[in-house]
């Protein structure tokens, strides 16, 4: 559905994509993940022909992509990372704006309309302008203006910013049911646990370059790092910190402000034998959690630095 | 596709207070504020009749000529408000109170007395002197050739004067050029719909590059409806002025609306260029619109009466560059003149830059692509 081939766009001296390749199959939830500025943003912008780049291949539905490539343009949806409605229309003047340039048969439309500000959950509120909507409720309306139309391909960039638990919620299962309605998505994102949630292929971005693409089991199985275990430990000495450290299957163990924390080799479980260790030392302990690896793992594996920063 | 587009814009226009304040409310409020500060000045300009004495002796009783030449001028409609005083005494204690602007002892050669000067004395003054050259013609052709008498014209001391079939007025220039400020004042309607097509200026520009919805078309739309919108607002305006304030825009009144569609046209090219310009943040286009609007009606007279006359004369270049002030003659050749011409040239000055600065913007927006957003 997309393919995007040695995409190279400069602001300046600024390398902002640096010989990104793409490739989005049909059906997918494909989530593009990394941190601000990791180059997300700018590789839709290109693919949609709002930008201009200096080297590369981008083709949609077969066809290479251009700004007067409306037959295309019309089979997609596109909600931006900044809201982008009409501040004097209503909710649903906006979305039936928009969604009227797409489909301009007003009777066609009507239907379309009411079933995007359902899905949306906006019916309580379409006749007020989006200057009385809270954060949530104007992303949920950012939502339903580039979806009305039901394209076949939608692209997310960061929809959830700034939006409280609730509306997220919502916005995440409502992308899910645009997909099992048969929807491509391309979905960028800074947060790892929504694009774990929803995607069912990911690509990690950083400084302009895909560092890294598959399922997020397939990701989490190119690094080193398995379970991480933590354990609430009022006083530990360096002498047990030493013999946990060199326990088989763990990478490393630290303890600090408290917390003894354990990371484990991929596919080994460490659990039991850290906690064995701590009770042949008598040394008493709190709570404990372990964790699979996360994709913040992942990055920090591969980049050295933490997704979340 | 249109009715979309062009409907909705029509929508959020009304709906945008900001910009009717600029385009609908302040003109409002200013064209009233400028009939009450003006209400009164044209008639102030005008000369009233006024209170002039005659001694009322035996010569003046015998000199039939002149009684009734000067009681000609004196009805109601007349110059003076003629006052008979029985002796010079009578009329002098007149003069000295403000009763009397001044007073004629007819004599053998009628004489004015007056106090002090004005238009009032000079006007007295200039009947008289009138008289006595008509009376000196009279006597000189009744002594040379008496039978050529009877071709003389017949007296007359006052002349009508008609450059235009209206009235001259000393402030409609005003309201003119409020008009022509309402005008460049489209320039907010023209900006915001540029803005709200550009991709490198606003989110919502990038999201409708995105559309499938053909640019051009999008961008006529829109603009359609900022004109549409802005009309509307200067004939609100035209209406306002000339129904509740009474302002007199005389007979052309086809004309007139003309002249607002092209100054809406120009208003809104205006402000179309200008937000074309990528560089600049909305805020310092929108004191540019403002600038640029105020220095126009400020030298086509908005706000010093008769500096569009001076800057005419004085660097006529800088007049016919002013959109503002050929809007303003525009106006005031069709409330003046019965001829077309000098209307006719400043509808066409205003509308060939509208016209260059449609063709401007077209040409910068007609990109979809850009080097950042």
Redesign the interface.
């Known amino acids: 559905m997309i393919q995007v081939k040695n995409l190279v766009k400069r602001?300046g001296d600024l390398l902002a994509l640096d010989n990104f390749n793409l490739e989005v199959r049909e059906g997918e939830t494909f989530g593009l993940l990394g941190p601000n500025g990791s180059g997300k943003t700018t590789a839709i912008?290109c693919i949609?022909?709002?930008?201009?780049y200096s080297k590369g291949e981008i083709n949609l539905f077969g066809s290479p992509m251009k700004?007067?490539n409306?037959?295309s343009?019309?089979r997609?949806g596109?909600v931006?990372?900044?809201?982008?409605?009409?501040n004097?229309?209503t909710v649903i003047?906006n979305i039936?704006?928009?969604c009227?340039?797409?489909i301009?048969n007003?009777k066609e439309r009507n239907p379309l309309v009411e079933e995007a500000i359902a899905f949306t959950g906006l019916d309580d509120y379409r006749k007020f302008?989006p200057s009385k909507l809270s954060g949530g409720l104007l992303r949920r309306l950012n939502i339903a203006?580039?979806v009305a139309h039901k394209p076949d391909l939608i692209f997310l960039d960061e929809p959830t910013v700034a939006v409280d638990p609730q509306s997220r919620n919502h916005i995440l299962e409502g992308i899910k049911e645009l997909n099992r309605n048969g929807a491509t998505i391309i979905y960028t994102s800074h947060y790892m646990e929504e694009v774990e949630q929803i995607c069912t292929r990911i690509m990690i971005m950083d400084n302009g370059k895909a560092i890294a693409t598959g399922t997020k089991e397939e990701l989490k199985a190119m690094i080193r790092s398995g379970e991480k275990v933590t354990v609430e430990i009022p006083d530990l000495s360096n002498e047990v910190l030493r013999e946990i450290d060199s326990l088989s299957g763990l990478i490393d163990a630290k303890y600090d402000d408290q917390l003894l924390t354990a990371r484990c080799v991929s596919e080994s479980y460490c659990l039991s034998s850290v906690l064995d260790t701590l009770r042949k030392h008598n040394v008493g302990f709190g709570r404990v959690f372990s964790e699979p690896p996360t994709l913040n793992d992942v990055f920090l594996e591969i980049t050295g630095k933490e997704l979340k920063d | 596709?249109f009715?979309?587009?062009f409907g909705?814009r029509i929508?959020?226009?009304i709906?945008?207070r900001g910009s009717l304040v600029w385009t609908l409310i302040f003109p409002l409020v200013l064209a009233t504020l400028f009939y009450i500060v003006f209400s009164g000045i044209d008639a102030a300009g005008m000369l009233n009749r006024f209170p002039l004495g005659v001694v009322n002796d035996a010569a003046f009783q015998e000199n039939v000529a002149f009684r009734t030449a000067i009681e000609s001028v004196s009805d109601e409609d007349g110059l003076f408000e003629l006052i008979l005083h029985d002796s010079v005494e009578e009329a002098n204690v007149a003069l000295e109170n403000g009763e009397i602007r001044g007073y004629i002892i007819v004599g053998e050669i009628p004489t004015l007395i007056v106090t002090m000067d004005g238009i009032e004395q000079t006007v007295a003054k200039t009947f008289l002197d009138r008289y006595l050259q008509m009376q000196n013609s009279i006597e000189h052709v009744m002594m040379t050739n008496p039978a050529a008498l009877a071709n003389l014209v017949p007296m007359e001391f006052t002349e009508e004067i008609s450059l235009s079939h209206n009235p001259p007025s000393g402030v409609l220039n005003f309201f003119y050029a409020l008009l022509a400020m309402t005008a460049m004042y489209g320039a907010f309607q023209g900006g915001t719909a540029i803005i709200?097509l550009q991709?490198n200026l606003?989110?919502?520009g990038?999201?409708?590059?995105?559309?499938?919805?053909?640019?051009w078309k999008v961008i006529f739309y829109d603009l359609l409806a900022a004109l549409a919108i802005h009309f509307t607002c200067m004939m609100v305006l035209l209406a306002f002025m000339n129904f509740v304030l009474g302002i007199d825009f005389g007979q052309q009144i086809g004309f007139v609306i003309l002249t607002c569609f092209v100054g809406s046209m120009l208003g809104i090219s205006f402000g179309a260029l200008l937000s074309v310009t990528p560089r600049l943040k909305e805020g310092a286009k929108i004191s540019i619109m403002l600038a640029v609007t105020m220095v126009c009606v400020f030298l086509a007279g908005l706000m010093v009466g008769g500096i569009n006359y001076i800057i005419a004369e004085r660097v006529p270049i800088l007049a016919w560059i002013n959109p503002a002030a050929r809007l303003v003659d525009a106006f005031y050749a069709l409330y003046f003149f019965d001829t077309y011409e000098r209307f006719a040239l400043n509808i066409v000055i205003v509308l060939g830059m509208s016209i260059v600065m449609f063709i401007m913007t077209a040409i910068l927006t007609r990109r979809?692509?850009?080097?950042?957003?």
């Open positions: 602001y912008n949609l022909s709002l930008l201009k700004p007067d409306y037959a343009k019309k997609i596109v931006m990372q900044n809201v982008a409605v009409f004097e229309l003047e039936d704006y928009f009227g340039l797409y301009p007003k302008l203006c580039g | 596709m009715r979309n587009i909705k929508i959020g226009s709906r945008d709200y991709a606003s989110a919502l990038a999201r409708r590059t995105v559309s499938p919805a053909k640019r979809q692509r850009y080097e950042s957003i």
